[in-house]
């Protein structure tokens, strides 16, 4: 296979003594052996996306590797030393199951403390909420989280967070991005000062867990939490560090754990996919629910941002629920709480995503609290926080099972969101109701929203291309209606501009830029088109309501809604 001469001077250069033998050995068995693989690690350098970078393991700029993390961190470097010239910087890291993980830790490590900078690195695995929380806690410039999330095992991942606790935003992420782009990997200080390599741990956890209890436990009484039964399942990452022990601490007796997927393990042998999004992901700790006659099942993914949450129905089978209705059913139940203590004056605020549930604004107007909306990824949210200090957050997610409670962490938290929702399901069993029924009656009172996403995975250099040519193909050609109903508004989030089609008229939109997509129809549909920043796939979000004029009319209402959606993606051939 011929490789393309840029590629082939890229891979020339890792045959330099700027890089190891065992990775010029794995280069040269790629060339001679198998050059797809090798064109694949080498064709471009791994980018930022909405998570951070993250990306297969292995040798070359396109990969995973001790030198792409070192360069990021070399820049990351010399980034703070320009924005914190005098102080003593500090930086936080925390690594998740993953294979490397805690090596590739101690590299990141070990180049700060090259670079005279003090390091907080945690002795074992951590939930990352738990390192947006440290960043914070020990006053850190910044802090690094070793995780992939819920991608398979050959990913890993390096996420940013800034003093805030929240993950790297303008101008930082542009400037940083600048000055890792300005370096070579020669200039790379690999040569650790441990004396600036401080190890943290239960101190640490103490306070994070404590920090979760206060705002995550709602005053309930004890009789109402030995009322509930709980399955939790860490799905071999990191929350079994954390999870097992604040459910404790906030008086819940009845925890059952998923003991198979309870171990760390990168493999994660027995799951197709560690996503708390996926039935599948959640099917042992289903089968331990129907064992233990449990209320509800909580599920997180590897690194302890997501989780997935099952109840009982009102026919009492376990059904797991999405994350726009979980965020919905968390939100309005913060805002209750928020308003039954006197603490709603008008300078509250929700947050939310562009292609998650537009049901956030309804619940918004009926507390009299504003409603934020950003780009996907959580940093957004966290972003919000910093733009509208006049503002008191309440709480925020987004629809891919990610929620924030408060603002003591400034990314999404499973570990916070997991005591809530056990709070709101034992809160609604005692009073001889549900975590279920509180959604539906949500519905009847806000009209009833249905979301489905479609993840189409293109992968390596063609499916790349593909994908890119589907956003260009959307936006020169635009769709004129969807299922038989007129396009009436289309954002283009990559040109900000939002069109009126019925006027024709055009707006700014004002949120950073962003490769996305969204039409609106007349019938109130909404679809969403954006490739993903972490993935190697194009999704499409499809959002669709309608009133639900009581409870008993739900199974009816939603069966339309879910043919109505059926209907788009056959229209939009998906």
């Known amino acids: 296979m011929q490789i393309e001469p840029k590629i082939l001077e890229r891979v020339n250069s890792w045959l330099t003594p700027a890089f190891d033998s065992e990775t010029q050995k794995t280069i040269t068995t790629l060339r001679d052996k198998n050059p797809k693989d090798l064109i694949e690690s080498f064709y471009k350098d791994l980018d930022f996306g909405t998570g951070g970078m993250r990306g297969v393991m292995g040798v070359g700029t396109n990969r995973i590797n001790k030198y792409t993390l070192g360069k990021n961190t070399q820049g990351l470097s010399n980034y703070l030393k320009q924005q914190f010239g005098g102080e003593n910087i500090k930086v936080a890291i925390a690594y998740d199951c993953r294979h490397n993980s805690k090596s590739l830790a101690k590299v990141v490590a070990d180049v700060f403390s090259a670079n005279d900078i003090t390091v907080y690195l945690f002795e074992d695995l951590r939930t990352t909420p738990e390192l947006s929380f440290a960043v914070r806690h020990l006053d850190c410039h910044c802090g690094i989280v070793l995780t992939a999330s819920h991608n398979p095992p050959e990913y890993n991942g390096y996420k940013v967070y800034w003093q805030d606790g929240g993950q790297l935003v303008p101008p930082h992420d542009g400037e940083v991005i600048k000055e890792i782009n300005s370096l070579q990997y020669s200039d790379i200080k690999f040569q650790s000062q441990e004396n600036l390599i401080k190890y943290i741990g239960k101190d640490v956890d103490d306070a994070f867990i404590n920090a979760s209890v206060l705002n995550g436990d709602i005053g309930l009484k004890l009789d109402a939490k030995d009322d509930l039964t709980i399955v939790f399942t860490s799905l071999h990452g990191t929350s079994i560090t954390t999870i097992p022990e604040t459910l404790k601490r906030a008086g819940f007796k009845n925890v059952h754990v998923v003991e198979e997927q309870a171990e760390p393990d990168g493999d ?157 399901a034992a809160w609604a069993k005692h009073n001889s109701s549900s975590f279920y029924k509180s959604l539906l009656n949500l519905y009847v009172e806000h009209g009833l929203y249905k979301e489905r996403l479609i993840s189409l995975t293109k992968k390596g250099i063609e499916g790349a291309q593909e994908i890119k040519q589907m956003m260009i193909d959307a936006r020169e050609n635009p769709l004129k209606e969807v299922n038989g109903s007129k396009v009436i508004r289309i954002e283009d989030y990559q040109l900000s501009v939002a069109k009126d089609v019925i006027n024709n008229k055009e707006t700014e939109i004002t949120i950073p830029k962003s490769n996305v997509l969204i039409y609106y129809t007349e019938d109130g549909s909404k679809i969403a088109l954006r490739p993903s920043g972490t993935e190697p796939k194009i999704k499409f979000y499809v959002s669709v309501n309608t009133s639900l004029d009581n409870v008993s009319a739900f199974k009816q209402t939603e069966q339309l809604l879910e043919e109505r959606i059926d209907a788009i993606l056959a229209d939009m051939n998906l």
């Open 268 to 424: 994660f042998p027995t799951v197709a996919s560690p996503n708390p999004e996926e039935p599948a992901a959640l099917k042992m700790a289903m089968e331990l629910a129907e064992k233990t006659n449990a209320d509800i099942v909580i599920g997180t993914d590897p690194d302890s941002d997501r989780l997935g949450v099952a109840i009982r129905d009102l026919d009492g089978n376990l059904k797991l629920l999405n994350g726009n209705q979980t965020m919905v059913v968390m939100t309005d139940f913060l805002l209750k709480k928020w308003k039954d203590e006197g603490k709603i004056n008008g300078k509250e605020f929700i947050g939310s995503t562009i292609v998650s549930t537009p049901m956030m604004q309804p619940l918004a107007d009926a507390y009299g609290v504003d409603y934020k909306i950003g780009l996907t990824g959580f940093k957004w949210i966290a972003k919000m926080i910093l733009d509208f200090p006049e503002l008191d957050f309440i709480g925020g997610g987004e629809e891919s099972f990610g929620y924030m409670v408060g603002d003591f962490v400034r990314d999404k938290d499973a570990v916070t969101s997991t005591l809530l929702a056990c709070e709101i």
